[in-house]
């Protein structure tokens, strides 16, 4: 027989090319397997299920859509906000520029790309990526939160990423997603012939979630008090992941501190009353409609009896020798506002007393100041002094000190190498700190601050009314705000505090003067409310203490004021 040499040749040499597509797919699932490589997947987590080494897409969800946190821009600008594709809980092949690899320590995380990490600085317009050290950051309200500047870092205007002191508007109604990059194994498909149709593993799907936990919460301090909820996932066949998320009905009242995945616990914290119930529902993250919720009655919650507010030189957004005003700012549970001027010099809290504008000032408060202490920085000379002044009116700017009309009643000073606190008498709302003379440097100063009592709110009364330049607005300001903060408010009763209020209406009306709340706290006054052209008694409020109650359960605070 005669044989065709090239036909045969080609014929071989097509054998081959089909026999080398086919050998790679050789399986348990015959010779018509072919073994590809999937794409990279980054599949949704909780940010506690992140480990050490892991590899991260950090994206934010506002009503516009998700966008991922960039690695881009370096120190010099703030990081971009790249729109991403969310589709069944993954983001698949995202881009380098959105991927970080997550350190973790407890609830700390830092998110790193190369040697460089994301930070924040104390500007708005702060958030970037080198090898600053404010690099550590947890969850706040929901939010990445850089513990450093005390800042949360949201979208802003859907274009980039910045950081606030508080949730404002740029950045509220934003909620953080985790995603970690699943294993990339290849995958054998099966390619038959008659049907050309895959072979894939079943999917999880969740079918139910059940809950356990305490009904009532009847006891306890604000902010303090926890409880747990168990969650489980039931699934149907397949076992899934047990990925949950937890959101609150009210976060006023209750928030979620920690989701163990491994014992599947949730941990609640209260912080208000809420008798009508506060609703806690977990969503499984592998199908959004499947969920559960249990809802908690709150009831007997009390104030904390003090709060501890440490200010270090990361609150006051100032850096450097330079002198600058503070931006006001607030520590956590804490009512007391701060603002001033200062400089940071030796990484402290540099305060000086020349200029006559140097200084802390407190210029919102709510409770009583009970004691100020500090830690020295070891280049302060000795002998140097922190002067303390007490007023139950705001200061607004440390300027005030300076002046024995406005700087308020010297409490005490506290002198480097004799003393590092001082403990205070009275019952004052406001404080000022400053230096006697020359610079000095401050680690951290610590102010402790007393719920608010009938007593010491009587007293702030008096005190504020002693005050030569407030008006009806400033007094309805600030009793309403102290009055929110009286543990034993049933101590003031609402029918004599009602008559007190139209008493000072009467007298407003009296003297052309508007005594109204119904914009706000107050309608503003054109004129001073107890400056008018005779000696008249000023009307404060009808006051319940256990130091001043009469047999009848009330008094009225009244002073003569004179024209001066």
Known sequence: MKINLKNTILALAAFAMVGGATAVGVSAFGNNAVETKAADAYGKVAITDLATGDE???????????????????????????????????????????LWTVTVDGSNYQFGTGDSYLYCTNANNGVRVGDNSNNVFSISNNYLYNNATRRYI????????????????????????????QS??????VVSSESSSAISEP??????????????????????????????????????TQAVTFTSSKESVAVIDSVDTTNKVATVRFLDNAPEGVTITCTS??????????????TGLTEPTTVTDVITLSDTG?????????????????????????????SSIQLRSSNSNSGIVITSAGKVAKSVSVVWNSSTAAGRTLNIYGKN????????????????????????????????????HYLGLCSNSGAMYLTSISIVWEQETAASFAGFLNDFESSSSYDCKD????????????????????????????????????????????SGFHKAMAVNFGANKDSNVFLLAALATVGLVSVGGMILLAKKRKKA
């Not at 059940?210 to 006891?219: F, G, K, Q, V």
């Not at 100032?318 to 030796?346: H, L, M, R």
């Not at 406005?406 to 403990?423: C, E, R």
Request: glycine share 8%; proline share 3%; charged share 15%.
């Open 285 to 298: 993250k592998e199908d959004n409609s499947i969920s559960a919720s249990h809802t908690f009655t709150v």
């Open 56 to 98: 991260v897409v950090v994206v934010g969800v506002n009503s516009s859509g998700s966008y991922a946190l960039a690695n881009n821009n370096g120190t010099s600008t703030a990081p971009s906000a790249i729109s991403v594709t969310v589709s069944a809980d993954k983001i698949t092949d995202p881009a380098e520029t959105v």
């Open 154 to 181: 949201g979208i802003y205007n859907s274009q980039d990423w910045r950081c606030y002191t508080s949730i404002n508007n740029n950045i509220k109604d934003q909620s953080f997603e985790f995603y970690k990059k």
């Open 318 to 346: 100032v850096s450097g020798t330079s002198y600058a005003d503070i931006t006001e700012f607030t520590k956590s549970g804490s009512t007391a506002k701060y603002g001033g001027q200062c400089a940071g010099g030796n």
């Open 203 to 240: 999917t999880p799907v969740p079918t139910e979630i059940t809950l356990a936990a305490d009904d009532e919460i009847t006891s306890g301090v604000k902010g303090s008090v926890t409880t747990e909820i168990v969650y489980e996932v039931g699934y149907e066949d397949v076992e899934g």
């Open 475 to 518: 007094f309805y300001s600030e009793v309403t705000k102290v009055w929110g903060n009286v543990t034993d408010k049933s101590e003031f009763t609402a029918e004599n505090y009602a008559d007190a209020y139209a008493r000072c209406v009467a007298y407003a009306t009296a003297n052309g003067q508007e005594f109204d709340n119904t």
């Open 393 to 428: 009116t705001p200061y607004t700017a440390a300027t005030g000190l300076y002046d024995s009309s406005t700087q308020g009643t010297k409490l005490g000073s506290i002198v480097n190498g004799t003393s590092t606190s001082l403990t205070l008498t009275g019952n004052y």
């Open 184 to 189: 990339t194994p290849t995958s054998s498909e």
